[in-house]
């Protein structure tokens, strides 16, 4: 069986009483795009009967993906989060709904019985955030940010005591910076790190720890994820569903581009970075997680992030690291060295105002690169 797949503006108050529907199977399935986009090409006219909702992917680091979530996918994500949290709450949407944690925001807005309050100015406005949260007036009370958010609203007296004031900061979209998280834990902000994707149907790794029914495993060095929450697929790109949905064990996991470990004495998931951030410079390879990590841990560093730039001589490719701080790049590059080998030591660093985002947030590598080029 069939149902129809209906592109629609992800304008909060309008999406989530299609999205009540969709996932009563009172309506149509649903494709959130955003507002004043043209509609999408090559839609196609109908999904399997058990999709409930098709979420594009940003496209920051490739060709974009339309993910098809069945309700039970849906439903799933959302009952692990209120299990998670502790309880049912009222959630302050501060995300793009047409992306997975906008779109989660709502979903669990539905499941446990509340109304989001919404924030207008794209959540990145502490003046704003802090005015939307004055309206939140439900026992418990729950948002979810990207780490540029966070940032914003803890420089921010008004913005900061929005954030005290919520029950549970979910924090995901890209690895947050320890320092920020730091920062934010000790302002007394209930802040949890999340990790997961559009194929999960939002985060499904809580502080390092699977929520819900989730499973982790670590298959060559790659982040595997299985469980309840899992997509469908894609749509109408069988090639892409086959490298990113497997079986194995006798079971259905999502694997994922990231590179990570368990830690043997927690049992903690640790996102180390991207299978592809390997890079060879100068006949010796370097990860370019570490070497960001390595970065922000210089005092004064601010936001990093460590891209790849091509290399027309014989060494091959170059890193680079953007940051919003103030370094002294001899200093850091021969911290580098010592810490990650040779390679580091050809490290280029561009300071810029900000680090370049996609529109969920994460972000923008190929933006990123081309600034680093020209500088």
């Keep these: 069986m069939t149902r129809a797949l209906r592109a629609i503006e992800a304008d909060p108050p309008r999406l989530l009483e ?10 149509p399935a649903l494709h959130p795009i955003a507002i004043g986009a043209p509609p999408p ?17 940003s496209g920051s680091t490739g060709r974009p993906k339309r993910v098809a979530l069945s309700t039970s996918a849906l439903l799933s994500s959302a009952a692990a989060a209120e299990a998670a ?10 995300l793009p709904a ?4 906008g779109l989660g925001v709502l979903v669990r807005s539905i499941t446990m019985g509340t109304e989001p309050v919404v924030v207008g100015s794209g959540g990145l406005d502490p003046v704003a ?35 005290q004031r919520l029950d549970g900061v979910l924090v995901g979209g890209q690895a947050a910076p320890a320092a920020l998280l730091a920062r934010a834990r000790d302002a007394g902000v209930a802040v949890v790190t999340t990790y997961g994707a559009s194929e999960t149907a939002g985060g499904c790794v809580w502080d390092g720890r699977p929520v819900g029914d989730t499973a982790v495993a670590i298959l060559d060095g790659r982040i595997h994820l299985a469980g309840a929450a899992l997509a469908d697929g894609y749509l109408d790109d069988p090639e892409r569903e086959a490298e990113a949905f497997v079986e194995h064990d ?71 690291v953007l ?22 030591g050809r490290l280029r660093l561009v300071r810029v105002d900000r680090i370049p985002v ?8 190929a933006a990123a690169a081309a600034i680093a080029r020209r500088r």
């Design 18 to 27: 299609a999205l009540r529907a969709a996932l009563a199977a009172d309506g």
């Design 85 to 94: 949290l502790g309880g049912p709450g009222q959630w302050l949407l501060a």
């Design 250 to 320: 006798g079971r259905r996991w999502y694997r994922t581009d990231d590179a990570g470990v368990i830690e043997p004495d927690s049992g903690r998931l640790v996102v180390t970075g991207r299978v592809d951030d390997v890079i060879v410079s100068g006949g010796a390879k370097l990860h370019l997680g570490e070497l960001a990590a390595t970065v922000a841990g210089v005092p004064g560093a601010g936001e990093v992030l460590a891209v790849a730039l091509a290399d027309d001589g014989a060494w091959g490719a170059v890193p680079a």
């Design 41 to 57: 090409a090559a839609l196609p006219a109908t999904v399997p009967q058990r999709i409930a909702v098709v979420v594009g992917t």
């Design 98 to 101: 047409q992306w997975i944690a």
């Design 323 to 344: 940051h919003t701080g103030a370094l002294d790049a001899g200093e850091v590059r021969a911290l580098a060295v010592a810490a990650l080998g040779p390679a580091a």
């Design 358 to 365: 996609t529109a969920t947030g994460k972000p923008d590598r």
């Design 129 to 163: 955030v802090a005015a939307a949260a004055d309206r939140l007036d439900a026992d418990r009370r729950y948002t979810s940010l990207v780490p540029v958010q966070l940032a914003a609203l803890l420089e921010h007296e008004g913005g900061r005591a929005a954030l």
